[in-house]
């Protein structure tokens, strides 16, 4: 009976210091893993464990994969991903917190900025990168070196995905290209299927530089509804969608990120621009048209940014390339969970600054100009966790 | 009793997995509120390119499905050797359970351009007059899609049809052959015998063809037109809301999306009686 009693309360003891020591652990667990901070000390980057969902744009991927594999041989601790969506699906997971970082190549129109605002405080709109937009087309034995470059203007351009210009050798193509013998073939208009920041710039530049365009009532945004449609025009997904049907349709022609046509070896049209060039889109041409960038025009940080996406469009450098813009990031400002913050501030910190630099830019982008840089490094100090800047949490 | 109340904690086992079932139509049809509120009856009319879709590439793909589902069926049972036909089984169904963007890739970069040069061009040539084959032939159309669709579908349908035609007892064979029948009879006679369960193969087999997304959004090339024509571009109701879905902003949006697949939900239903009214009207 003595004995009986004596086991049980050593059971008791036992599942008591048990359940003392295992709510412990979890505590400093999960202390660790929410990277809650009460005594307010400095961390190390490099012993957090946190992982940061981004997504978004199509434009952008190829640069953020690298980026992030670089990334990760610095602090494989922190796993960041990206899954290149689309600017809309972007836009939209990164309000409803799918996503810790949203990746749009057109700022996020007001509508949206106050919903993200509205739910998560403050956002901060982020330029990260400078593109272009390529006009690539196939039309089979049309060389280039041969017959020179393929020019076109915004006004062919919209009529041909207005649906009013329908054959390859209709005349205002012709006059411009002379030098080759363009047959009567129909030309397969390829855009884009799902919601694209590629198709909001594409659209505002229609819809600025084409009275055609802008008199269509097609207007521009993410989707919109393309009258070419009518005329067997295709709809691809993701700027690999419409780069793989450009590829396999011949006659056909698409907009994409300049980086899709030189990594799938497609030739580029030179597009007329405001001094009456006709410009392929190159480092030279895209740089120069970051000339007249007035950085005065930003909006404050985490103000709506939904104005300034025709700012690099239409450059007026005589050798500019006129479809170019910035690509943008959005995150939240203020955190509750330091090791999120302070790993999206590593992740950015590290984009602006080595990232920036020429062996890590892969061909086809360009890297911000240096005021850009440091605006953008001046906006990422914003990044807060419980309203500390985290920049000065941070000990490496 | 303890095995009575067994029996009626299944029984509310049961009713919970089924009623699982309404509860994801009742929420569909809540999701899509908004939508019908706003549009009225005018949604259909705005969205009826990705409603034709849906219908065209449904019944093509049934169709060509059915002529190669029972067509492998018969062949596996009928003609392969004893020694390989456990080969052939497995790989019908190895083909089954392939993922389905797979077929879609292949469909767009391997029999797309061969079809396109072909088939497609000869049907354009030849009988360009029916307004099925009015449009010249492009690299997606519908007709690619139902076929990729159909190839996708009837390995499933075909695994269905094998099972119970192989499981025909031999006596009926015996018996046809008896009346002086040849080999064509016996088959023709032994697949109206099984026409129900193929009927029911091909229901599920369609089942799942309709929601079939990834491949048939490769293949149908996306823009938004209904078209008479079989070699025009076009769009489905899954297409059209996995490429939209991710950027719906707005409440009205996502209903409309919702709304769509209600409206997919109710062309199965359909398709689906329609079948089973076929029959019964043939028996």
């Not at chain 1, 899709?260 to 480092?283: D, H, M, Q, R």
């Not at chain 1, 086809?364 to 000065?392: A, F, W």
């Not at chain 2, 000869?122 to 307004?131: K, Q």
Request: proline share 5%.
């Amino acid at each position: 009976m003595a004995k009986r009693l004596a086991l049980s309360k050593l059971v008791i003891g036992t599942t008591i210091v048990a359940i003392v020591i295992v709510g412990a652990l979890l505590y400093t667990v999960y202390n660790n893993m929410t990277g809650n901070n009460p005594s307010g000390s400095k961390i190390n980057l490099n012993s957090i464990n946190v992982s940061i969902i981004m997504g978004g744009s199509t434009f952008i991927n190829p640069q953020m994969q690298a980026w992030i594999q670089k990334f990760s041989s610095k602090f494989p601790n922190i796993l960041v991903t990206y899954q290149s969506v689309g600017s809309g699906a972007g836009a939209n997971n990164f309000i409803s917190g799918t996503y810790d970082v949203g990746a749009t190549d057109a700022p996020m129109p007001t509508e949206l900025w106050q919903k993200a605002t509205a739910l998560k405080g403050s956002v901060i709109t982020i330029p990260d990168i400078v593109g272009s937009e390529a006009i690539i087309f196939n039309i089979p034995g049309f060389d280039p070196s041969k017959n020179g470059n393929l020019n076109l203007t915004a006004s062919i351009l919209a009529r041909i995905y207005l649906g009013q210009i329908s054959y390859w050798d209709d005349p205002s193509i012709k006059s411009l290209n002379p030098g080759f013998n363009f047959p009567h073939q129909k030309i397969t208009a390829v855009h884009r299927s799902d919601g694209s920041g590629t198709t909001f710039v594409f659209t505002v530049w229609l819809y600025l530089t084409s009275i055609e365009w802008k008199t269509s009532g097609v207007g521009y945004g993410y989707t919109v509804n393309w009258p070419v449609d009518k005329l067997g025009g295709l709809g691809g997904k993701g700027n690999e969608g419409v780069t793989a049907y450009v590829k396999q349709t011949e006659f056909s022609i698409g907009y994409v990120e300049v980086q899709y046509a030189i990594a799938n070896n497609l030739e580029t049209a030179a597009i007329e621009n405001p001094s009456g060039k006709f410009v392929l889109p190159n480092s030279n041409s895209i740089s120069l048209a970051l000339l007249s960038l007035d950085i005065t025009k930003f909006p404050q940080p985490t103000q709506d940014w939904s104005n300034i996406t025709a700012l690099l469009l239409n450059s007026q450098d005589p050798n500019s390339y006129p479809i170019v813009t910035f690509s943008y990031l959005v995150i939240q400002k203020n955190y509750s969970d330091l090791n999120k913050a302070a790993g999206i501030y590593a992740f950015l910190n590290y984009i602006f600054t080595e990232g920036q630099s020429n062996g890590n830019i892969v061909t086809g982008y360009l890297p911000l100009p240096t005021n850009v840089q440091n605006y953008v490094l001046n906006e990422i100090k914003l990044i807060s966790y419980n309203s500390q800047p985290v920049y000065q949490l941070i000990s490496s | 009793m303890r095995s009575n109340k067994v029996y009626y904690y299944y029984f509310a086992g049961c009713i919970a997995v089924s009623s699982l079932l309404f509860l994801i139509i009742i929420s569909l049809v809540i999701a899509s509120i908004p939508a019908f509120d706003f549009y009225g009856v005018g949604l259909f009319a705005s969205y009826f390119p990705a409603i034709y879709g849906t219908i065209v590439v449904s019944i093509t793909a049934i169709l060509i499905a059915t002529v190669l589902s029972i067509g492998s069926s018969i062949f596996i049972v009928e003609y392969v050797p004893q020694r390989i036909k456990g080969f052939f089984i497995n790989l019908n169904d190895l083909m089954a359970s392939f993922p389905t963007i797979v077929y879609g890739f292949w469909g767009l970069y391997e029999l797309g351009p061969f079809l396109n040069s072909t088939l497609f061009q000869f049907l354009y040539t030849y009988l360009g007059f029916i307004p099925l084959f009015s449009t010249p032939p492009t690299a997606v159309s519908y007709l690619l899609a139902s076929i990729v669709l159909a190839i996708m579908i009837t390995p499933f349908a075909s695994s269905l049809i094998r099972e119970v035609y192989s499981k025909i007892p031999e006596s009926m064979d015996e018996g046809i052959y008896a009346l002086g029948l040849g080999k064509y009879h016996v088959i023709k006679i032994k697949i109206s015998y099984i026409a129900k369960s193929i009927l029911g193969a091909l229901t599920l087999a369609y089942g799942r063809g309709l929601g079939e997304t990834v491949a048939v959004d490769l293949t149908i090339g996306n823009s938004f037109i209904a078209s008479p024509s079989l070699l025009s571009t076009g769009i489905t109701i899954p297409a059209l809301i996995a490429n939209q879905f991710g950027s719906a902003f707005t409440e009205l949006e996502l209903s409309s999306l919702f709304s769509l697949a209600l409206v997919l939900f109710i062309i199965g239903l359909v398709f689906i009686i329609a079948g089973k009214l076929l029959f019964y009207k043939r028996q």
